[in-house]
């Protein structure tokens, strides 16, 4: 079973709608981001978490907002989606404690599309 | 700001070297992640740098200079299955990574 899990996979959606994007880990980790990915831009972080009582934006955090609802879950949703939030999603987990300081975990990601 | 710089696209020929330059200028700097990426799919860890030098996994070897904020990532033996993208991060402390575009490889016949 894959350590780190999101759903949906693929998601299109309407402008206007809200949606949510949900990640899991079974790899007991104490820090989750979100990332988007888009052409030519790379990865950029939106938001991430330390602990279940720790939120702090990344630095493309507008028009999104998150929920860690326990340790292993971390939630993405979209208010109000707009098209330019197009994109590829990943959530990825690290663990201090781990040898390479910070090295992340990704999972499988999300194609979310707004029309 | 922050700013890493690696080449967009390379090409490369089967059984060649190749080597990926990442150039960075960062406020903050504990470290230099590359990882690997095949077209939709998650990132791969492939290597860490902390200290000056450099470090060799198999095929790969990753190499840094923190003076001149210059990484490089050497691909040997290139394989077909070696296509992909590779990203460099540089971990700046506050354990977040600030990534840089990406370089494709295109690995040929």
């Known amino acids: 079973d894959a350590d780190v899990t999101q759903t949906p996979r693929n998601r299109i959606t309407k402008t206007g709608k809200r949606i949510m994007l949900e990640c899991s880990q079974t790899k007991g980790h104490d820090r989750m981001y979100w990332y988007r990915q888009d052409p030519g831009l790379g990865l950029r972080l939106i938001y991430y978490s330390f602990d279940v009582k720790d939120i702090n934006k990344g630095e493309i955090s507008d028009g999104y907002s998150v929920s860690r609802q326990a340790q292993a879950k971390f939630s993405l949703s979209l208010e109000s989606a707009i098209p330019n939030q197009t994109a590829l999603y990943f959530c990825?987990?690290?663990?201090?404690?781990?040898?390479?300081?910070?090295?992340?975990?990704f999972g499988p990601g999300t194609r979310l599309t707004v029309l | 700001g922050q700013n890493i710089d690696q080449p967009t696209e390379m090409t490369a020929t089967e059984g060649a070297i190749v080597q990926i330059n990442c150039t960075y200028q960062?406020?903050?700097?504990?470290?230099l992640f590359w990882y690997q990426q095949h077209a939709g799919e998650a990132p791969t860890f492939l290597s860490y740098?902390?200290?000056?030098g450099l470090e060799e996994k198999g095929r790969f070897s990753s190499f840094l200079s923190r003076s001149k904020g210059y990484s490089y990532l050497l691909l040997k033996e290139l394989q077909m299955k070696d296509s992909a993208s590779y990203l460099c991060a540089v971990n700046r402390g506050y354990s977040t990574l600030t990534f840089g575009k990406g370089t494709m490889l295109l690995v040929s016949p």
């Open positions: 740098n902390v200290l000056d």
């Open positions: 960062t406020s903050g700097f504990n470290g």
């Open positions: 990825a987990t690290s663990d201090l404690r781990d040898r390479d300081d910070n090295e992340q975990f």
